[in-house]
């Protein structure tokens, strides 16, 4: 059906910079809501970001300023801009897709396989 493949993590230190992307592959009908989750150790998966088809975003507050997600539809993929990274971003950030499938009738939610991100000095 859809795959994702995420990739741009990575080790940071504190105020730099990293750029996540995420494209969806597959038999792919439509895409609609793309959006970015984060999972800590020992914390609950907290939704960072998230950007509908028509580009309104909306973030966490300890990320507002700081993060920037951004969609290219005829890719099918959506991008993290993370600048003025801290040690508290340190997470596994997964990537989450709705989509609707050729031939199916309803949008089925998608998850990426996760990539890890480091802030430490």
């Known amino acids: 059906q859809v795959q994702l493949v995420e990739s741009g993590g990575g080790l940071v230190q504190p105020g730099g910079s990293l750029r996540l992307s995420c494209a969806a592959s597959?038999?792919?009908?439509?895409?609609?809501?793309m959006n970015w989750y984060r999972q800590a150790p020992g914390k609950q998966r907290e939704l960072v970001a998230g950007?509908?088809?028509?580009?309104?975003?909306n973030y966490v507050d300890s990320v507002k300023g700081r993060f920037t997600i951004s969609r290219d539809n005829a890719k099918n993929t959506v991008f993290l801009q993370m600048d003025r990274l801290k040690p508290e971003d340190t997470a596994v950030y997964l990537c989450?897709?709705?989509?609707?499938?050729?031939?199916?009738?309803?949008?089925?939610?998608?998850w990426g396989q996760g990539t890890q991100v480091t802030v430490s000095s």
């Open positions: 989450n897709v709705k989509a609707r499938p050729v031939g199916w009738g309803s949008p089925q939610d998608y």
């Open positions: 950007i509908t088809t028509g580009s309104s975003s």
């Open positions: 597959g038999s792919i009908f439509s895409t609609y809501a």
